[in-house]
C-alpha cells in the first residue's frame, strides 16, 4: 500500500488569536484505487491545498478515484466547489469518482445536500463500500 502525508497548519484571519486549523491530506492506493483522504476543515483558506491534491489524484488513478471526508469536520462552500470541480475533472479524464461521507457526518453529507450536489455526486458512508461498487 502507497501512503504518501503532508499537512498544513493555517491561521484564519481575524479569528482574534492565531490558533490553528488544518486539513491534513493523505494519499494511498487500496486494491489498485488512488484513495484521497482529508481530514479537518475545508474552508476558503484550505480549499486550495485540497483543489491541489483532488488533482495530484485523478492524475495518478487508473480508473476510479475515491475521496474520502470522513475525517472532515466543516466543509464550506469553496470546499464544495472543489468537489463539484473533482467530478468534472474525472468525467473529463474518463475515471469513476466516488466519496465518502462517513457514517453519519453532517459537516459533510448537509452541506452537500443542501446544495444538491448529492444529486449529481456518488456517495458512501464507508470506504469499503465505496471500493466494492459496481462500477
Given at each position: 500500500m502507497e501512503v504518501a502525508r503532508y499537512c498544513a497548519a493555517v491561521h484564519k484571519p481575524g479569528s482574534g488569536h492565531q490558533a490553528a486549523e488544518q486539513l491534513t491530506v493523505?494519499?494511498?492506493?487500496?486494491?489498485?484505487?488512488?484513495?484521497?483522504?482529508?481530514?479537518?476543515?475545508?474552508?476558503?483558506?484550505?480549499?486550495?491545498?485540497?483543489?491541489?491534491?483532488?488533482?495530484?489524484?485523478?492524475?495518478?488513478?487508473?480508473?476510479?478515484?475515491?475521496?474520502?471526508?470522513?475525517?472532515?469536520?466543516?466543509?464550506?462552500?469553496t470546499g464544495l466547489a472543489v468537489l463539484a470541480e473533482a467530478d468534472s475533472l474525472a468525467r473529463d479524464a474518463d475515471k469513476l469518482l466516488r466519496l465518502v461521507s462517513g457514517s453519519g457526518n453532517h459537516a459533510v453529507l448537509r452541506p452537500i445536500q443542501l446544495t444538491g450536489l448529492d444529486r449529481v455526486l456518488t456517495l458512501f458512508e464507508q470506504l469499503d463500500d465505496a471500493l466494492a461498487a459496481d462500477s
Open positions: 493523505g494519499n494511498r492506493t487500496v486494491r489498485d484505487v488512488a484513495v484521497l483522504d482529508l481530514a479537518g476543515e475545508i474552508d476558503i483558506v484550505t480549499a486550495d491545498q485540497m483543489q491541489e491534491a483532488v488533482r495530484e489524484t485523478i492524475d495518478r488513478a487508473v480508473r476510479l478515484l475515491v475521496i474520502d471526508l470522513s475525517g472532515v469536520r466543516f466543509l464550506g462552500s
